[in-house]
């Protein structure tokens, strides 16, 4: 029965995530992708805009994946100078892309609460779990018409 519960809530979790990529994409018309990656460069959830013809295959998105998540994670070796990084932001001819690390604190045992990450790096360091948030929009979102 264990392995049962283990599944259900993992097939939760992946189910909440997709839904949270759905309601990302809901916010404009001009996000193309929402994805979210783990620590490992793996997309564990996804969606793309209705009708959508993506400009990379499965394959090429899965790479494109695990690059943003290694080039997130080495500007890591600078955060005591800069600071921690808040997203990165890629602008192509063809679409705007962006990777916005998110750093979650797990259950905390004592209360069982669950809180996203502060400004207690030694909280951060003892229970973080890391994604990042990858978006991907059209090549005019947000410009300004005068």
């Known amino acids: 029965m264990a392995g049962d519960n283990t599944s259900s809530t993992s097939s939760n979790s992946k189910d909440d995530l997709n839904f949270f990529c759905d309601k990302v994409l809901q916010i404009a018309s001009k996000i193309r992708f929402v994805g979210i990656a783990n620590h490992l460069g793996t997309l564990i959830a996804s969606s793309y805009r209705h009708n959508l013809i993506p ?29 921690r990084q808040e997203y990165s932001i890629g602008k192509y001819r063809n679409v705007i892309r962006a990777t916005i690390p998110i750093t979650y604190i797990q259950d905390d045992t004592t209360t069982g609460k669950q ?3 502060n400004e207690d790096e030694d909280e951060i360091k003892r229970n973080k779990a890391k994604f990042y948030l990858l978006l991907s929009f059209d090549v005019d979102y947000g410009v300004q018409q005068a």
């Open 115 to 117: 809180e996203v990450a």
């Open 55 to 83: 400009l990379l295959t499965r394959e090429e998105t899965s790479h494109y994946v695990l690059q943003s998540v290694l080039r997130s994670a080495t500007r890591e070796d600078f955060e005591s100078k800069l600071g």
